[in-house]
């Protein structure tokens, strides 16, 4: 016998849409497997990868990586230049995954006339696969290059390669949890931007396929520590907190009134003090004039 159904929102489903569910959930049951428990299972090519978040960390600068040019090269080089820098962990040969969140990178790049690469800041794409080789990221460089507008200078996005040994340790240093299917030769991996202050800290993750300009760009001045952006950037950044559920940039209540707060005391303040010091000044002129009356009211 099958059960009517009430959808969440309190709709009665039709005699159709019950049946179908009443197989499901009869057909689950004997299965002995419930739904949620279900829901809750990984598929197990996916066990083992995510993101374990570490900001504040001092990242192993130190680790030697080959260059798009195939010279040696390493994040303390690029740090010692003073910018920002965004790190992506992708590789060359990935199917899917590093090619969504590769284009969708250029495209948020190309709709952020502000900070500009090269000039405010540098990104710096590695590979995970320690087979690759120069050559190959210097293609994969060239694809992306390619498709960046012109107030972007491509040559601040490089691509590496490096030996499993500096691939290990940059990707532990920054949760960076991923692995290999021998099976399909492919790497099961999450996507991420992470980005380093100029000391070489890590001040944000952000998890985007497709990158909003708006979080992009405050992200890269939060990473800058002051030295790139505007006054009025700087004062955005400080009424917003980064909402990793929302993956987003959203306003601070908390801050956004004691803003308001101070724009209304300094408010206050440039009215009265100008009356005050006005009043200050008038009144001794004005009991000298009392002390000093020019017409003689005393009677003969």
Not at 17 to 31: K, P, R
Not at 184 to 193: G, I, L, R, T, V
Not at 209 to 237: N, R, Y
């Amino acid at each position: 016998m099958f059960v009517t159904l009430i959808s969440k929102k309190g709709r009665r489903l039709s005699p159709m849409t019950s049946a179908v569910l009443s197989f499901l959930i009869a057909a689950m049951s004997t299965i002995g497997a419930p739904c949620d428990a279900a829901d809750n299972v990984l598929p197990k090519a996916m066990e083992g990868v995510g993101i374990d978040q570490r900001l504040g960390i001092q990242i192993p600068d130190h680790l030697v990586f080959t260059n798009s040019k195939g010279e040696s090269t390493s994040l303390s080089k690029v740090l010692k230049e003073g910018k920002p820098v965004m790190l992506t962990l992708n590789y060359s040969n990935c199917p899917g995954m590093c090619i969504a969140q590769l284009n969708g990178l250029v495209q948020g790049l190309n709709q952020m006339p502000d900070p500009v690469l090269g000039k405010d800041f540098r990104m710096i794409s590695i590979s995970i696969d320690p087979t690759e080789s120069s050559e190959r990221a210097n293609s994969t460089k060239k694809k992306y290059a390619q498709d960046l507008f012109d107030h972007h200078d491509s040559q601040g996005w490089d691509f590496w390669v490096g030996t499993a040994e500096s691939i290990r340790q940059l990707t532990q240093a920054v949760g960076f949890n991923y692995t290999y299917d021998a099976k399909n030769k492919q790497y099961n991996h999450p996507s991420a931007a992470i980005f380093l202050s100029p000391n070489g800290k890590v001040t944000r993750y952000v998890f985007e396929i497709g990158f909003v300009p708006k979080t992009l760009k405050m992200a890269f001045v939060e990473a800058g520590e002051g030295k790139i952006g505007t006054p009025l950037d700087m004062i955005a950044l400080w009424c917003v907190h980064y909402d990793p559920d929302e993956n987003k940039y959203t306003a601070s209540a908390r801050r956004l009134m004691s803003l308001g707060g101070g724009v209304f005391v300094i408010a206050v303040l440039l009215v009265t003090v100008p009356y005050w010091f006005y009043r200050t000044k008038a009144s001794p002129s004005f009991q000298e004039s009392n002390s000093n009356p020019s017409v003689d009211t005393t009677k003969d």
